[in-house]
């Protein structure tokens, strides 16, 4: 049987944990839930260049893997409430997600 994995933080960690998994083999459903409205993406030092012109999303955007194409990225909300006797995470959206493994990734991953 394939359990839910819930990864509450949807920038740099909670993308390398879905990628993570899906590498080492876990072929079950994982639910990314993030605050920002955007997947994750690379956060430029911030320069003069930066702050002289636009930079896009896209621009910045990681490259989607095919190993996480099917991650269910809940974005624009917030985790609000985690229920561990009964293994679900409640969003800022009311949505409940019900979890075998929680993952908190809310900070930065560092190389």
Same mark, same amino acid.
């Given at each position: 049987?394939?359990?839910?994995?819930? $990864?509450?933080? *949807?920038?740099?960690?909670?993308?390398?944990?879905? @990628?993570?998994?899906?590498? +080492?083999?876990?072929?079950?459903? $994982? #639910?990314?839930?993030?605050? @920002?409205? =955007? %997947? !994750?993406?690379?956060? !430029? !030092?911030? /320069? %003069?260049?930066?702050?002289? %012109? &636009?930079?896009? =999303?896209?621009?910045?955007?990681? &490259? &989607?893997? *095919?190993?996480?194409?099917?991650?269910?990225?809940?974005?624009?909300?917030?985790?609000?409430?985690?229920? +561990? &006797? =009964?293994?679900?995470? #409640?969003? /800022?959206?009311?949505?409940? =997600?019900?979890? *075998?493994?929680?993952? $908190?990734? #809310?900070?930065?991953?560092?190389?």
């Amino acid at each position: 049987m394939n359990y839910p994995v819930v $990864i509450v933080g *949807a920038s740099m960690g909670g993308l390398r944990t879905a @990628e993570s998994l899906r590498r +080492f083999g876990y072929l079950g459903p $994982i #639910t990314v839930i993030g605050e @920002e409205i =955007h %997947k !994750p993406y690379n956060r !430029p !030092p911030l /320069s %003069k260049e930066v702050l002289a %012109k &636009e930079v896009t =999303h896209e621009a910045v955007a990681f &490259e &989607e893997r *095919a190993a996480t194409a099917d991650v269910n990225w809940v974005l624009g909300t917030r985790a609000v409430s985690a229920d +561990f &006797e =009964h293994n679900s995470v #409640t969003d /800022s959206d009311g949505q409940v =997600h019900p979890f *075998a493994a929680l993952v $908190i990734a #809310t900070g930065q991953a560092c190389s």
